[in-house]
């Protein structure tokens, strides 16, 4: 037994293990945003059961939107695949070697830094594993000139990594970012595009949150919030395309052998994503307009907050009621079936409802129903009964009933049988 406890100690000391050093196989920043959305998208459909009929439909979808609209502006922020090259070669493995081994070089742009990554097959002409994955950072301030204490991030970490002893694949590649070394500006323009644009990416990430509150509680403030939050995600766009580079990246190795780069993964789905965000806040925005209780009952609002009671007078009131108009199948005329309710309008008044705000796109800015008009004026001759019946207060209003014109017909005649 004694030999079983003693197993990998010296002296009696506890157990130690040798360096065991492994390539990075995975972004672990970008798989932690991952994770994080899958958990709380998980939870969200857990309390789904509870809420009842079609509700639970709006909500779901609401709510994955959000969740996946906030996730993609993490992860395309932190993302590392902005720009991508790759490139398979037989080319030198180390300096002062005349060993050149088929290696699969690959290179990853982010907003923030570069991944090189420089794979072999196992049986290599260089007999040792070729599995390397390195991440040089570019730092947000441009540094002196040079490889000293006062150099750029970038150009301190490449100096550190020659004297490392790196494969020369990855030392050649990283030496085309450094920050104006001899004379290249690859490495400037990069760090430039990258701190404009994640700038852009961290302000429509607020804006996000925002437009989620801003849906609770007025949609069309929220719609424009969410506009905003796609108008951000397409200005980085524009930023990183227009800042990275005035000439195209293109690392030589050999002649005819030449390592392009072209926008990846996070790059279009930031586009993408912008661009859908502004399109769904327009629909958002217009239906606010022009279909308000189909789009307060989508988000589970009451239609009324938006709006506020007003006493109207009989001019007022007149405006208020609108005609239906029934078109005919055979002729094609219209006919004004609500002509003497206008006129009896006209002579009358009570408290109706219209939007806060309002333009002259929406369908309407008065509540339908409107309110039912009262008589003004009362004959001495009536009894006191009606004259009791006429001091009470107005009509009240009726909160998206769907046979609203029916009970405003009742009224109507209960009021012309007085």
């Known amino acids: 037994m004694g030999g079983l406890y003693m197993a990998f100690r010296k002296f009696g000391y506890p157990t130690s293990y040798t360096e065991n050093l492994n390539p990075v196989t995975a972004d672990v920043l970008e798989a932690g945003f991952i994770f994080a959305t899958c958990i709380i998208a998980f939870s969200f459909v857990v309390v789904l059961p509870g809420v009842r009929g079609k509700e639970r439909w709006n909500i779901l979808l609401r709510g994955f939107f959000s969740i996946i609209l906030g996730a993609i502006i993490m992860i395309a922020n932190y993302g590392q695949e902005w720009e991508v090259g790759a490139l398979t070669h037989k080319t030198a493995y180390k300096t002062f070697s005349g060993v050149e081994v088929e290696q699969k070089m690959a290179v990853k742009i982010g907003l923030r830094s570069v991944n ?34 006062f150099a750029s991030v970038f150009n301190r970490e490449f100096r550190a990594a020659q004297k490392q002893g790196l494969p020369l694949p990855i030392l050649w590649i990283a030496e085309y970012f450094t ?73 030589p190795f050999d002649e005819g052998v030449v390592m392009q780069f072209h926008y990846g993964w996070s790059f279009w789905i930031t586009l993408i ?37 007003y006493y109207a007078d009989g001019e007022d009131a007149s405006i208020g009621v609108e005609r239906d108009r029934v078109v005919s199948s ?20 009570g408290p109706m409802m219209r939007r806060r705000a309002h333009t ?39 909160e998206n009933m769907g046979d609203s014109e029916r009970v405003r017909d009742l009224e109507m005649t209960d009021v012309s049988r007085r």
């Open 116 to 149: 090189i990554t420089l794979r072999a097959e196992d049986d290599n002409e260089a007999n040792e594993t070729i599995n390397y994955n390195e991440r040089f950072t570019f730092g947000w301030q441009q540094g002196r000139n040079g490889f000293g204490r």
């Open 179 to 251: 920050f104006d070394g001899e004379g290249i500006r690859w490495g400037r323009h990069y760090r430039q595009a990258g701190f404009y644009a994640h700038i852009m990416m961290w302000t429509a990430f607020p804006l996000w949150i925002l437009a989620n509150i801003l849906f609770f509680m007025v949609i069309r403030y929220g719609a424009c919030c969410l506009a905003m939050t796609g108008g951000f995600l397409l200005l980085a766009n524009i930023i990183y395309a227009s800042i990275r580079n005035f000439n195209d990246l293109a690392i």
């Open 273 to 309: 994503t912008g661009i859908i965000c502004v399109k769904v806040a327009a629909i958002i925005y217009l239906m606010d307009l022009r279909y308000p209780e189909m789009i307060h009952s989508f988000f589970g609002l009451d239609i009324l907050q938006d709006y506020e009671e």
């Open 330 to 349: 055979n002729g094609g005329t219209e006919v004004e079936s609500d002509a003497e309710r206008g006129a009896q309008a006209a002579s009358a008044e």
């Open 360 to 398: 002259r796109f929406q369908k309407s800015m008065i509540k339908m129903p409107k309110a039912t008009p009262r008589e003004t004026k009362r004959e001495s001759s009536q009894p006191p009964s009606a004259a009791i019946r006429d001091e009470t207060p107005e009509t009240p209003l009726y």
